[in-house]
């Protein structure tokens, strides 16, 4: 390592003025322990109640005590003495400042925008989806996997690359580990972000789906990101609160307003069949990536951050009012049997994968080697961005788990279901749910749709639509006024406003990566400013991520029940090579001692991961294994029969395709994954060996910055900071 | 508590939210280049160029939005 400071032995420099003692002062410990005891009362209540009525506001506590518990000490832990975040060293934010990407930033400001650039949809459609298991394996997951996996992830890397400019994951990995990992990653990266791209794309196409009232406000939002984005250009340039604000008020118009549409004439024109979603999907990601940045993705993007955190906020603050009752059963015999109709496979690994988002994202790793170790203030601050913006996603997947388990249980099972399944009438959902011992009627389902004025609610898979179900229910029993139609749609809004600017924006990182990867060999197509470059590179991506949502829209099988499984074990195979990385830098670094921080997780992730891939791949159950399933396909079609849910040899032939697909994709992810774990353990082993290797860790220089470490200043800090702006005279910021 | 304590307290979290809602947007970014000016001595640019400038430089730099 070229640091030039010396260390104390514990690894970790004080920050200027930071606490004095390693003690805890009596108050402290008072605190702890009543957190702690809270914390373990919750779970017990959780662990134990079996058929009584259980509050919802368990989870929610039990969830939080757990990670104020483990942010105070174990994410101090690893910030001090696994990483050694030292506040005397200067970062790349101050270093290299140039007030674009490398600007020093306040930490409770790249906390908002680090937290809005990784929680999206995934962490609000996985736990619905995981519910079928029942609550209790979802809600341990997501705490248990946040603190030591998903949160871990975050902060780690942000920290390694924070200590080498801001370096992507893709080059870390081929810096660090090797030229063959290097690749292996780079294909990883780029093929995970198409199936991811595809499958929000695909839960967005399944909310919309006739549904006039949404196509009609959802539709709405990109004019209305349009003249914001003319706005804040011609009319008002930098006004953003401004033009947010006129924008969310256009937004609240245009939900109120598809009620209406909904009543007119205009509905039918509005009522989208998938295919056509599809088309439109693909045709808008095309546009929104050639078209500028400032035109419709940025204020595209203002309007979902503020209407993410608002609902987010909302959301809490409703269940805390409402006090839901769980529906749900804690453990299901799905969890038992892995024949759960929403998706196939036991608890053990799907329920691992199906909830990625909120418990352990791969794709974290590439915001935490981007735009973010660009910005921190102070090394020591990574703590409270990267590991604290994680608990916070992690806690909106908890609120999302909950809103899938308040509702009734056999409208939820009839709404995420394949239409194969539920026959996509109430009456036969009602007999298919009624087999799984629910008492749900024909008239409950219908009277469900109608509270939410929706033509149907059967089949509506994808997750979207149940969250939004429940948040209405939620929203309504918390605000009364009798609004949960209004609240539907608000819901399905504000989910489909922030995937289609994951879609955006990924369409356009996708593009960056291809024009990056393809001009080392043709240097014209490398440069940004060349548009036939960029209109082809936007259509490549664009036409990748839309034929696979094509695929799964069109999949007889149900493409949610296909895809997703796809889509959450690519998610933790990305974490895997992120893990792997920050593995093998502790080890690089000479802190094997503490490479079990990375380690066990990465461990889990991969036992996980290959585990499901195996599953997915190699199952002699067709329901799990892509192969089987299309040898089962096959074998029926070719001795000239039908087999449901498929209607015709058409769709014979397209489930034998669509299976084979998935199942070389799934294939090929786990098999560049190995290849970078592989290049690892060979660098593992040679740094073992010598006790540490050279890195390509930035020499320090010393830093002129007093700033906090964590949310709220302490008085040392304070002082500290006053300290140092009498000697340097420098103001600015306020605290 | 007085009556003062509890305007000077709302109007203490008010100018809190104002701050953290101009420096997250990146409005506060054009005050900053106003102090920088003044303190070396440039001429401010126009808001307007000034804006531009910025959006042009977030052509080139995506930022990632995750699932």
């Known amino acids: 390592m070229s640091t030039t400071f010396t260390r104390d032995d514990t690894g970790a420099a004080q920050p200027p003025g930071g606490p004095a003692g390693r003690r805890l002062s009596v108050r402290s410990v008072l605190v702890w322990t009543a957190v702690a005891v809270a914390g373990a009362v919750a779970w017990t209540v959780l662990a134990l109640s079996r058929g009584e009525t259980v509050s919802a506001l368990w989870i929610l506590f039990a969830a939080l005590c757990s990670y104020a518990i483990a942010y105070r000490f174990y994410a101090r832990f690893i910030a001090t003495k696994v990483l050694g975040t030292d506040d005397r060293r ?23 925008h680090h937290f809005a650039a990784i929680a999206g949809a995934g962490p609000l459609v996985g736990p619905v989806l995981a519910a079928q298991m029942g609550y209790l394996p979802g809600t341990i997951w997501i705490v248990v996997g946040v603190i030591f996996a998903g949160a871990v992830q975050d902060l780690t890397v942000l920290f390694f690359s924070m200590r080498r400019n801001g370096k992507s994951l893709g080059q870390m990995v081929r810096e660090e580990i090797g030229v063959v990992g290097g690749i292996a990653a780079l294909i990883a990266v780029f093929a995970i972000m198409i199936i991811i791209l595809a499958v929000l794309a695909l839960i967005v196409v399944n909310a919309l789906a006739e549904s006039p009232w949404g196509v009609f406000s959802i539709a709405l939002t990109i004019p209305i990101a349009l003249f914001m984005g003319l706005y804040l250009r011609r009319l008002r340039p930098g006004r953003v609160l401004e033009a947010t604000g006129i924008g969310v008020v256009l937004l609240l118009l245009a939900i109120i307003g598809g009620g209406w549409v909904q009543e007119s004439g205009l509905a039918d024109a509005l009522t989208l069949s998938k295919e056509w979603l599809v088309l439109a999907l693909v045709v808008y990601g095309f546009v929104a990536s050639v078209l500028p940045v400032w035109l419709l993705l940025t204020p595209r993007d203002y309007l979902s951050t503020f209407m993410k955190v608002g609902v987010i906020v909302l959301l809490a603050l409703s269940l805390l009012i409402a006090r839901p009752v769980l529906q749900a059963d804690a453990i299901t015999d799905f969890a038992r049997e892995g024949t759960g109709p929403v998706f196939a496979g036991s608890l053990f690994p799907f329920v691992f994968i199906t909830i990625a988002c909120g418990a352990l994202s791969g794709f974290h790793a590439l915001i935490a080697s981007g735009t973010t170790p660009k910005m921190v203030a102070k090394e020591s601050q990574v703590r409270l961005i990267g590991y604290g913006g994680m608990l916070m996603e992690s806690f909106v997947a908890i609120s999302a788990l909950i809103a899938a388990c308040v509702i009734d249980q056999g409208l939820y099972f009839a709404m995420n279901s394949p239409a194969g399944a539920t026959g996509g009438a109430v009456e036969t959902a009602a ?6 011992g629910f008492d749900t009627s024909a008239q409950d389902l219908a009277a469900a749709a109608a509270a939410v004025q929706e033509p149907s609610l059967i089949s509506r898979t994808g997750g979207a639509p149940t969250l939004a179900v429940g948040i209405s229910q939620i929203f309504n029993d918390a605000f009364g006024g009798n609004l949960q139609a209004f609240w539907y749609h608000f819901a399905i809004m504000f989910e489909a406003l922030f995937i289609l600017t994951a879609v955006d924006a990924g369409t356009r990182v996708g593009r960056f ?17 060349w548009r036939p470059g960029n209109v082809l590179a936007s259509a490549i991506v664009v036409g990748l991520w839309g034929s696979v949502l094509y695929i799964g829209v069109t999949d007889p099988l149900g493409g949610v029940n296909q895809l997703f499984p796809l889509f959450g074990i690519a998610n933790q195979l990305l974490a895997a090579i992120a893990l792997t990385l920050v593995t093998v830098l502790l080890i690089k670094h000479g802190k094997l001692r503490y490479a079990w921080v990375t380690g066990i997780p990465l461990a889990w992730d991969l036992v996980v991961t290959m585990t499901a891939s195996w599953q997915k791949v190699f199952s002699d159950t067709p329901a799990i294994g892509y192969f089987a399933q299309a040898q089962r396909y096959r074998d029926a079609r070719d001795a000239g029969q039908l087999l449901a849910p498929a209607k015709d040899q058409g769709q014979m032939d397209q489930v034998v395709f669509n299976s084979t697909l998935n199942g070389v994709l799934q294939s090929l992810f786990a098999v560049l994954v190995l290849v970078v774990v592989v290049n690892a353990v060979v660098v593992i082993a040679r740094a073992v060996r010598s006790g540490g290797l050279p890195t390509t860790e930035e020499p320090a220089v010393r830093s002129d910055l007093v700033e906090p470490a964590g949310l709220f200043a302490t008085a040392e800090e304070k002082q500290a900071q006053a300290d140092h702006e009498r000697l340097v005279g420098s103001g600015g910021g306020q605290q | 508590m007085t009556a003062g304590d509890v305007r000077a307290a709302v109007v203490r979290a008010g100018r809190g939210v104002r701050w953290y809602l101009r420096e997250w947007s990146g409005e506060a970014r054009w005050d900053d280049h106003l102090r920088e000016c003044a303190a070396h001595g440039h001429a401010p640019l126009s808001r307007r160029e000034f804006e531009r400038r910025r959006s042009d430089a977030l052509e080139r730099n995506p930022v990632s939005r995750c699932c």
């Open chain 1, 90 to 112: 200067a970062t790349p934010a101050e270093r290299l400042h140039n007030g674009v990407d490398f600007d020093v930033t306040d930490r409770r400001v790249l906390f908002g």
């Open chain 1, 513 to 529: 990566m291809l024009q990056d990867t393809i001009g080392n060999v043709w240097k014209k197509f490398g440069d940004l400013s």
């Open chain 1, 431 to 436: 007999t298919f749910v009624q087999g799984f």
